[in-house]
């Protein structure tokens, strides 16, 4: 894993690179070098399995963090790829035309975050949403807590407690 | 699989078919989201040309619950209600990988009675499935009988996991540190009872699907997968195995205690309907010697959970990392990210029907006969809570 490391330093400008495990690793490059990153990996690593596509919300840093996460299924290594992209206007290289299930990680980012893909095929079609208009909810300043008691009602004689305290009470009685 | 595309809609420029309604050659139809031919809550837009599949659409959301972001405003214990419900069929995959992740960045040592009571939970999930997926795949061919056969089998294995974690279908058996509880006393007796019984079905199964005419030539030849499909749609477990590719990550990247286990997962070449039911015939055979193996070797006592600090206040470092091990379905994974707050700051589950519903169902449908569409879709073991969290 050291030595692909040592590789990837040298032909890309890599940031920041975390051994988790012997056999996962996680480094950070810039957003133009993303794809490429990756299109390298699956081409001349053997990294030839897409085991993910997903995305953090650093809200307090405006940014989205993006993780490609690939298997090199002959040497059992993974590594994944970080990239960090503006949460205004969210857009990202479309890596699509890679694997033939990229493009539904894709719309699903799209959906759910607001990240745009321009070229991914489908990129705009709802996919577990249905006539969605408010914000993207998997960002984090949607707040779903909100968003059930503006959009639902409470049939009467329920009760509802805050998880947190109830827990508290239930098992920590006297903290 | 290059069909003859003049039976077929007209590509036009941007890609996509053009499929005109109006010609009368098409028509557009819907299987599910309620419909006893596929797997769950979900469905197909079919567009067919007479009985023949010419382009399908996978549309899910019928159960999305935003499991991932529920989990953003909970306590890490608080997480595990509602991750178990990511995949009904086999929810204790996900008590693994979420207790898997919060281990490994809190840095937590589970003891080692504890990773043999993990296997055998996991096992007998996996077990509990393939009872019913196994001749679920005869059901798609109208061969019901199995199904019924399989299911009363399930019901007492759900009785051991029942008297072992209090539950039967959710069981939240395995929590951060360890587990819950150990083996009640003679359970291995009457595990061993249900075994006996397992071995019987498997014969009976063989007698009845595998060497069924009208089983094995409708599922023999149907929905092949090549194997260069494995990597570029994301195909996993049985399904890899079945087109001859080895994924198994219980072999790959072994986890708990199956490094001192002796199996060896099946694999075939022929990838149709028929090798992937197979495949999922023999990891039946090689669950039940798991489960037998692990109650021989596993101590009879032992520490079974670590010291965690006090749940309601546990904080874990800042980190992130990616656990996974082998569901009946195949790879199943957990992206975890943490901020070092007591709650993730973001959780991705990731099963392989996210990729063999969509992309490669999609793709695997086109040239099938109408009639076909649900035995196809059950060869992928498709579960949709774990493809819309």
């Known amino acids: 894993m050291k030595d692909l490391i040592k590789d990837i330093e040298s032909r890309f400008e890599v940031s920041d690179y975390i051994q988790k495990l012997d056999h996962l690793a996680f480094v950070t490059v810039e957003k133009e070098q993303a794809i490429a990153l990756v299109t390298y990996l699956r081409d001349y690593r053997k990294f030839t399995s897409l085991t993910l596509l997903t995305a953090v919300d650093w809200l307090e840093d405006g940014v989205f963090q993006l993780t490609y996460l690939l298997n090199n299924p002959s040497e059992l290594t993974e590594i994944g790829v970080r990239v960090m992209i503006d949460r205004e206007n969210a857009s990202m290289e479309s890596a699509h035309h890679l694997w033939e299930n990229m493009m539904t990680y894709q719309r699903e980012l799209r959906e759910m975050f607001g990240i745009d893909f321009p070229g991914s095929p489908r990129i705009n079609e709802d996919f577990i949403l249905e006539g969605w208009g408010d914000l993207p909810p998997y960002r984090r300043d949607f707040d779903t807590k909100v968003y059930s008691e503006e959009t639902y009602f409470p049939r009467p004689g329920r009760q509802s407690n805050d998880p947190a305290t109830y827990m508290k009470s239930k098992m920590y009685p006297n903290e | ?389």
């Not at chain 2, 499929?19 to 837009?45: A, R």
């Not at chain 2, 209090?166 to 058996?173: A, C, K, W």
């Not at chain 2, 992937?276 to 798991?290: I, K």
């Not at chain 2, 904080?315 to 996974?324: A, H, L, V, W």
């Open chain 2, 1 to 389: 699989m290059n069909p003859d595309r003049s039976l077929y809609p007209e590509m036009g420029e941007d890609g996509k078919p053009i499929i005109d309604l109006s010609s009368h050659k098409f028509l557009k139809i819907w299987q599910g989201p309620q419909h006893p031919g596929v797997t769950g809550n979900m469905s197909l837009e079919l567009t067919v040309n007479g009985d023949e599949i010419v382009e399908s659409k996978t549309h899910v959301g019928y159960l999305h619950r935003g499991f991932e972001k529920l989990m953003e405003r909970r306590k890490f214990i608080q997480c595990f209600p509602t991750c178990i419900r990511m995949c009904v069929a086999e929810p204790d995959p996900n008590e693994y990988i979420l207790s898997s992740c919060i281990e490994d960045l809190a840095g937590i040592e589970v003891p080692e009675m504890a990773q043999w009571l993990r296997t055998l939970a996991l096992e007998m999930a996996r077990l509990q499935v393939l009872l019913r997926g196994v001749p679920g795949q005869g059901g798609t061919f109208a061969l019901g009988l199995g199904y019924q056969w399989g299911n009363y089998i399930r019901d007492l294995i759900l009785d051991r996991f029942e008297e072992l974690t209090g539950g039967r279908v959710y069981h939240m058996y395995i929590l951060p540190g360890g587990v819950r509880g150990l083996l009640p006393d003679g359970f291995k007796k009457r595990m061993e009872e249900n075994l006996k019984l397992v071995d019987e079905f498997v014969k009976n199964i063989d007698d009845l699907m595998y060497n069924n005419a009208v089983f094995k030539q409708r599922a023999k030849g149907l929905a092949v997968i090549p194997k260069e499909w494995i990597d570029t749609y994301g195909v996993y477990g049985p399904a890899a195995r079945a087109a001859g590719v080895m994924r198994d990550v219980r072999k790959t990247h072994p986890y708990l205690k199956y490094a001192e286990l002796d199996f060896e997962p099946y694999t075939t070449t022929e990838s149709d309907v028929y090798a992937r039911s197979r495949v999922r015939w023999y990891d039946l055979q090689m669950t039940v010697d798991l489960i037998r193996q692990i109650m021989a070797k596993m101590p009879e006592k032992g520490e079974i959970k670590a010291e965690t600090p006090n749940v309601m206040h546990w904080r874990i470092p800042k980190g992130e990392t990616y656990q996974k091990c082998e569901s009946s379905r195949g790879e199943y994974g957990m992206y975890m990210v943490t901020d070092g707050s007591d709650m993730p700051r973001r959780v991705n589950l990731k099963g392989p029907s996210y990729t063999h519903a969509n992309a490669l169902l999609d793709k695997l449908l086109i040239n099938a006969n109408i009639a076909d569409t649900a035995a196809i879709m059950v060869s992928l073991a498709t579960c949709p809570p774990e493809i819309e969290r």
